[in-house]
């Protein structure tokens, strides 16, 4: 096999790549919002260059679109495209909760607890922004324990491409309240090892963001 081809990232466009993320996940890039690779470039300090493959490397894993004289978006879900994302998440991450309760141990609830009260205290200091990622760090502690990286990879995709919604969700200090009720009931649910509750649990839980967007939200 050739390899005359393959270039590996710099670690310049792997920081920007990475920041792009970041930027999405936590919804200080909005959903339908242009991303200029100029601006970008700038205030991060580096050429266009490695934006540009950042870019591109968000477009093919769904997380921006790309129009042609326009430029690069970030990728804008109606409900429908919403639904269909949790529908999806539901048929993974129910296998993903199933292998896990089957070969669940104590340090997996522990860390999950742990994570809950790190949530808690993010929202007392209104650090939304390690809230978001605390609260994905809590759903796929208990994933990774499935032990299955295949599904693990795509489960991770589908959260990327939602991500800046659930962002948004986290603003109303009402809707993070209940996220924590929420996360205390999957717990206990867990460390029950009753895996249909748990995903009946997951299921309520996922739907609940896209169900306070309306259509103009959207």
């Known amino acids: 096999m050739s390899t005359k081809t393959f270039q590996r990232p710099t670690s310049t ?4 790549l990475d920041e792009l993320r970041r930027l999405i996940h936590t919804g200080q890039l ?4 242009q991303v200029r690779q100029e601006e970008v ?3 991060l300090g580096t050429s266009v260059i490695p934006v540009r493959e950042a870019l591109k490397t968000l477009q093919s894993e769904g997380m921006l679109i790309h129009h042609p004289n326009r430029g690069f978006f970030v990728t804008k879900l109606n409900r429908d495209e919403l639904i ?3 529908l999806i998440r539901s048929a993974l991450e129910s296998l993903a909760v199933e292998k896990a309760l089957a070969v669940l141990d104590d340090s997996v609830i522990e860390q999950m607890s742990e994570l809950i009260t790190a949530m808690e205290n993010s929202d007392k200091n209104e650090n939304l922004e390690e809230l978001v990622r605390l609260d994905r760090a809590f759903h796929f502690t208990l994933f990774a324990a499935s032990r299955s990286p295949q599904l693990l990879r795509l489960i991770d995709i589908t959260w ?4 800046a919604y659930r962002s948004a969700f986290f603003v109303d200090p009402e809707h993070r309240a209940a996220t924590h009720r929420e996360h205390r009931k999957i717990l206990n649910a867990a460390t029950a090892r009753d895996a249909d509750t748990v995903t009946l649990l997951l299921d309520a839980h996922r739907l609940t963001p896209v169900q306070t967007f309306s259509e103009r939200t959207l």
Do not use: K, N, T
């Open 84 to 86: 269909e994302l949790c």
């Open 160 to 163: 990327d491409q939602s991500d």
């Open 13 to 16: 466009q792997r920081a920007v």
């Open 41 to 43: 470039a700038a205030s």
């Open 30 to 33: 909005q959903p339908g919002q």
